[in-house]
């Protein structure tokens, strides 16, 4: 069936470097949805990619949807304590008129001050 | 402001019993779904809805049944709770049923005994 493998599953950083996940699907997408969810929180939408190659920013953080649409990552810049949480990418499927939606196992982030 | 609540937020059982958790969303929304999130799984797709009267099963839907009486409600019954049960459950909304942003309740913790 439909696999989303996301890597890594846990990050550990100091304040202030860099971090990336990664989400990778067995097929191609028609598009990436990415979440955040806070320690004890639920998860908050972050941004959707929809186009091939397609590149978003919001402040400190990068999107980005492969050529190929099977990939996607986000990306942060000088990481803050309050980024911590698990990141979440999530796919939504439509085989044979059927729904489906697709979430990642996600990446931990813990940000060390 | 529009919301969406779960209640309980916490609920312990014991195996074999029914239980009933509340999902009410004031979005106005016509889809909804339930999700449980386990560590190592991350969110789980147990049963959607598209509408008043709509009802479908998501990938982990055995042991679980919703119903959808009218836009706002959309609650998941567990027939008889069994320790695998055991979970966090986050209901979520959409305003359109792909390529849209959920809104995720708080969550409710189950633990079944």
């Known amino acids: 069936g439909q696999q989303v493998m996301q890597i890594p599953q846990y990050q550990h950083v100091q304040e202030g470097e860099d971090f990336t996940t990664y989400c990778n699907s067995s097929?191609?997408?028609?598009?990436i949805q990415w979440y955040k969810q806070r320690p004890g929180g639920h998860p908050v939408f972050l941004i959707q990619?929809?186009?091939?190659?397609e590149v978003k920013k919001q402040k400190r953080l990068t999107f980005q949807f492969g050529e190929a649409k099977k990939n996607s990552s986000l990306h942060i810049t000088a990481t803050q304590t309050t980024d911590v949480g698990t990141y979440f990418c999530?796919?939504?499927?439509?085989?044979?008129?059927?729904?489906?939606?697709?979430f990642g196992t996600g990446t931990r982030l813990k940000v060390l001050a | 402001d529009a919301e969406i609540t779960q209640s309980p937020r916490h609920k312990i059982t014991e195996t074999g019993r029914q239980v009933t958790l509340a999902c009410h969303q004031t979005?106005?929304?016509?889809?909804m779904f339930w999700y449980r999130q386990d560590l190592g799984h991350g969110l789980r797709l147990i049963h959607y809805?598209?509408?008043?009267?709509?009802?479908n099963k998501g990938e982990v839907s055995d042991g679980y049944s919703v119903s959808r009486s009218n836009t706002e409600d959309l609650p998941l019954t567990l027939e008889s709770a069994a320790s695998s049960q055991t979970s966090v459950y986050f209901c979520?909304?959409?305003?359109?049923?792909?390529?849209?942003?959920?809104?995720f309740g708080p969550g409710t913790r189950l633990t079944v005994l």
């Open positions: 979005w106005n929304h016509n889809n």
């Open positions: 809805s598209y509408g008043v009267q709509d009802t």
């Open positions: 999530a796919v939504f499927l439509a085989p044979s008129g059927t729904y489906k939606y697709i």
């Open positions: 097929t191609t997408l028609s598009n």
């Open positions: 979520a909304s959409s305003e359109y049923p792909g390529n849209n942003e959920q809104f």
């Open positions: 990619l929809v186009k091939s190659g």
